[in-house]
Each structure stands twice: as structure tokens, then as C-alpha cells.
Nanobody
Framework: QVQLLESGGGLVQAGGSLRLSCAASGGTFSRYTMGWFRQAPGKERECVAAISRVAGRTYYADSVKGRFTISRSNGNGTVYLQMNNLKPEDTAVYYC??????????????????WGQGTQVSVSS
């Protein structure tokens, strides 16, 4: 059983930056495709970024391309989301998730078996 713990959320002004971290325990981290999802009030949970097991491939939602960067350290069992030039529409609860299948990259919520508890990101205008 994999446990995921996010940290790094908070309140920031538009144009600012935050770095989210997600520490994994209880499994073999290098075997998991990792994703960052977000859910704003009244909206569906969406995948904003994903990274393959050996970090060779990444995915970004169009809304965050050029502003967010996903990375991972298999040695530390941690995945990161660097968020720059934040906008009010980035306000949401951000979740990390692990996909234990052999898929290289995955953006469907249903493909991820393990989820963190979420961390709030609020961007003021």
C-alpha cells in the first residue's frame, strides 16, 4: 500500500510561485507513473501534469504549459510541481497520485490507484 503526502501549498499573489512536494512511502516509487491533479470548487478533478517512471516523458495540461514543471526524484521517493506565474484560476486543491500500471504516462483520474490528501493553493488577484 502506497501512502502519498503533499506539502507546499499556500496563499500567493498572482504572478508568484509555489513548489509542491509529494513524498511517497510504502511502495517502490520508481515503478509508478506520477500525476498532479487539481480540483476547484464545483469543477471536475483534472490532471495538470504527469511524469513517467524514469522521468523520460511528461504531460502538461494546456492551461499550465510553460508555467508548471513536474519532476521526480526516485532516490528520495518524491515528486514535485514547480508552479510559476500563478494565476487566480490556478486556485484549487492539488493532489498527487500514483499509477502502478506499466503505462508510460496517464492523465485519466481512474487510472491512478493511490492519492494524497491534497494541499490547498490559493492565488489572489
Amino acid at each position: 500500500q502506497v501512502q502519498l503526502l503533499e506539502s507546499g501549498g499556500g496563499l500567493v499573489q498572482a504572478g508568484g510561485s509555489l513548489r509542491l512536494s509529494c513524498a511517497a512511502s510504502g511502495g517502490t516509487f520508481s515503478r509508478y507513473t506520477m500525476g498532479w491533479f487539481r480540483q476547484a470548487p464545483g469543477k471536475e478533478r483534472e490532471c495538470v501534469a504527469a511524469i513517467s517512471r524514469v522521468a523520460g516523458r511528461t504531460y502538461y495540461a494546456d492551461s499550465v504549459k510553460g508555467r508548471f514543471t513536474i519532476s521526480r526524484s526516485n532516490g528520495n521517493g518524491t515528486v514535485y510541481l514547480q508552479m510559476n506565474n500563478l494565476k487566480p484560476e490556478d486556485t484549487a486543491v492539488y493532489y498527487c497520485a500514483a499509477d502502478p500500471s506499466a503505462r508510460i504516462i496517464e492523465t485519466r483520474r481512474s487510472a491512478y490507484d493511490y492519492w494524497g490528501q491534497g494541499t490547498q493553493v490559493s492565488v489572489s488577484s
